[in-house]
């Protein structure tokens, strides 16, 4: 299983920014983030084939997963960026159908891409 992450960039605060998971499966897949010096968190993640999503507390209304099952993506949209959004933000898919927040439950990882937010 081969996940890509894309769609990082530097922007500024308030800004939106869309990120891509290039992900070819029929399972749940999840974005999560690791920002210097802390630990890997959860994000947000749709099942398959995209009925259900779950969203961190600190993202909640401010992004959304959606993804497209003929393009084999799954885009993690964010909106009103704050400077602590500035982190890696990785894509992963789990051997289950259904989203999950928990890190440990996911099996394949894709490459990271960095967000930065300035103030």
């Known amino acids: 299983v081969q996940l890509q992450a894309s769609g990082g960039g530097w922007v500024q605060a308030g800004d939106s920014l869309k990120l891509s998971c290039a992900a070819s499966?029929?399972?749940?897949v999840g974005w999560f983030r690791q920002a210097p010096g802390k630990e890997r968190e959860f994000v947000a993640a749709i099942s398959w084939p995209g009925t259900k999503t779950a969203f961190a507390k600190s993202v909640k209304g401010r992004f959304t997963i959606s993804r497209d099952n003929t393009k084999n993506t799954v885009d993690l949209q964010m909106n009103s960026l704050k400077p602590e959004d500035t982190a890696v933000y990785y894509c992963?898919?789990?051997?289950?159908?259904?989203?999950?927040?928990?890190?440990?439950?996911?099996?394949?990882w894709g490459q990271g891409t960095q967000v930065t937010v300035s103030s």
């Open positions: 992963a898919t789990r051997d289950n159908q259904y989203p999950s927040e928990s890190l440990n439950d996911y099996n394949y």
């Open positions: 499966v029929r399972t749940a």
